[in-house]
């Protein structure tokens, strides 16, 4: 699993110059100590991902936002990342409706949540990869199969 997260170059911006950016490539949480790659590209376009990730085989998983740059990204399985989804919602949700539970992005926002609650069970119990996965298939596939409905 890889993530990427985008962030712009601290240059200022100066005249005749476009910001540049920073790309953030970083291994899963496997128990290992992460690996973590910052690659320069001058463009924010999809381009610095397909580079990065060219020699990757056909069918690999990579997690990250909804960008459109990762279109460029043909023969991977796009996962898509909870924290973003959630943050989506909350954005969705009108002022004053936080606590309307007939509201859509609140009941997104409140599926969200329940997975992070088991995801934090897990570490806090010191669960092992297995035992995380094997939970996950028991606790979460439903909190998801009942989103998706």
């Excluded at 669960?127 to 989103?147: C, G, H, T, W």
Aim: glycine fraction near 6%.
């Amino acid at each position: 699993m890889q993530m990427r997260h985008l962030y712009r170059s601290l240059k200022k911006r100066t005249r005749g110059h476009r910001p540049s950016h920073i790309w953030l490539f970083r291994s899963g949480d496997d128990g290992l100590a992460p690996i973590i790659i910052y690659k320069y590209h001058p463009t924010r376009n999809g381009d610095a991902a397909a580079d990065f990730f060219k020699n990757n085989p056909d069918g690999s998983y990579i997690m990250a936002d909804g960008y459109a740059g990762y279109n460029k990204l043909k023969d991977f399985n796009r996962c898509c990342c909870y924290a973003h989804i959630r943050r989506y919602f909350i954005e969705a949700i009108p002022k004053g409706h936080e606590k309307d539970f007939t509201n859509p992005a609140v009941q997104g926002m409140l599926y969200c949540n329940k997975l992070f609650e088991y995801e934090r069970s897990y570490r806090e119990n010191g669960l092992s990869y297995k035992q995380i996965y094997n939970r996950r298939q028991m606790d979460q596939k439903p909190v998801v199969e009942a989103f998706l409905s």
